[in-house]
């Protein structure tokens, strides 16, 4: 039997690719310093080639934030498939933190935060990422305390917001020493596992 073609779409690669040129181009210069025709000349193409495809910097963020979450529910469906879901969060969460101190995106998104303070449009996309992270987050959540997604949602609905902004927050920033970062990681995620904790023995105080 023929296998279905599975290889993307050649529009598809070019969008990833152009994604791509576009956060270097946001690392050197920064959201706001980069123009339009910054990015477009970091994906070697014309200014107006470079429209077809993304025609404001809020579809640009809508077209990064559409590519994180679906490795987002990638992620999270392997969590809640997994044996046991809270250690496999627990791991999943410890490797952003770690990973995060190693990348530039904490400082790209650290920019779009700043400009959805500023672009109603803007921020509407990124609260998109996080309402998303935070519903996965209580569907692991009832999962492992054995109760429907509303309850979950309720009744750890603080912990998952705080768990999103925890792990928001370590991506933005950076300590001035390797010594400090570690050692400002290392607290971060164990104060990820106490809030973690509490949901397993579910000691949450009113």
């Known amino acids: ?83 046991d879901p809270m250690r496999t969060l627990r791991e999943a969460l410890r490797f952003r933190i770690e990973e995060d101190t190693c990348t ?7 920019e779009v935060t700043a400009a959805a303070r500023r ?32 309850e979950a949602h309720v009744t750890y609905g603080a912990h998952a917001s705080l768990l999103v902004m925890m792990v928001k927050a370590s991506a933005m920033h950076r300590s001035q020493t390797p010594q400090a970062q570690e050692d400002l990681t290392a607290l971060i995620i164990r104060t990820l596992n106490r809030i973690l904790d509490e949901i397993v023995s579910d000691d949450v105080k009113g």
């Open 104 to 110: 530039d995106d904490g400082q790209l998104w650290a």
């Open 1 to 83: 039997m023929n296998q279905p073609d599975r290889t993307p779409p050649q529009a598809e690669i070019r969008a990833v690719e152009i994604l791509e040129g576009v956060r270097l181009a946001f690392a050197e210069k920064g959201f706001d310093g980069a123009s339009m025709q910054d990015l477009a000349r970091a994906c070697g193409m014309s200014v107006g080639n470079f429209y077809r495809y993304f025609p404001s910097k809020a579809a640009i963020v809508a077209a990064l934030v559409t590519r994180d979450l679906a490795e987002v529910e990638d992620q999270f469906s392997q969590i809640i498939e997994s044996p």
């Open 119 to 150: 672009k109603p449009e803007i921020a509407e996309i990124a609260l998109q990422m996080e309402t998303e992270v935070k519903r996965y987050l209580c569907i692991v959540f009832a999962r492992v305390r054995g109760i429907s997604f509303e």
